[in-house]
């Protein structure tokens, strides 16, 4: 069992979307979720080398600026042809010109890089995806990870999800996370892996 979270738990993300799915999700344990943007906390540069550091930096900035307790995420897909690229640069593999991101285009990059490798080269990938909760005022932090493993695939394949879902293929399925139907994905995703331990915790 984690420490005490309290009744209302920051979510270090300017992401709206992201803040309606993590509130969601802590509802039920009588939390209530209040978003970065509406404490105006700044986005901290993500410096660090691991999922797991980049969230702890989210989480920590959060809950020193606030002074109550706040959770950060911080996700991306691990190529092992490229020695775990993407990785915690997932999100600047998209970047486009004029700061827009082109996700199209990031997979392109990923693809060409592995086909570089030769034609022998292991198509295996997984998504990470990493959870902090740091508690204000004494430094503590407590962290949970999921994963999902699977397969690359080119051309990418369907319309649904997000980022790299389109080339994707989870192990033991035949769709990829771009065709898979949300509901599907969210039963064996990163995201939901790592949630589950850390509600476990909480309960
Ligand atoms: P962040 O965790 O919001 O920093 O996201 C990192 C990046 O990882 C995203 O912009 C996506 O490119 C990628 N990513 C993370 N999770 C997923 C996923 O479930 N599907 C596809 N791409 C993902």
Known sequence: ????????????????????EISALLEPFGIACTGAA?????????????????????????????GLPALADDSGLCVEALGGMPGVFS??????REGNR??????????????????????DAHFVCA??????????TESFEGRVDGQLVWPPRGGQGFGYDP???PEGHEQTFGEMDPDAKHAISHRARAFRKLVAELE
């Open 1 to 20: 069992m984690i420490r005490r979270v309290g009744e209302r738990l920051v979510i270090a993300t300017h992401n709206e979307g992201k803040l309606r």
């Open 38 to 66: 509406e404490l105006d906390l700044p986005e901290p540069e993500e410096t660090g080398v691991t999922f797991i550091d980049n969230a702890e930096l989210k989480a920590r900035t959060a809950a020193d600026l606030s």
């Open 91 to 96: 999100a600047r593999w998209a970047e486009a």
């Open 102 to 123: 082109d996700f199209a285009l990031a997979m392109e990059r990923v693809w060409e890089q592995v086909e570089a490798c030769g034609p022998q080269v292991s198509r």
């Open 131 to 140: 959870l902090a909760i740091a508690w204000p005022n004494d430094g503590q």
């Open 167 to 169: 080339m994707f293929l």
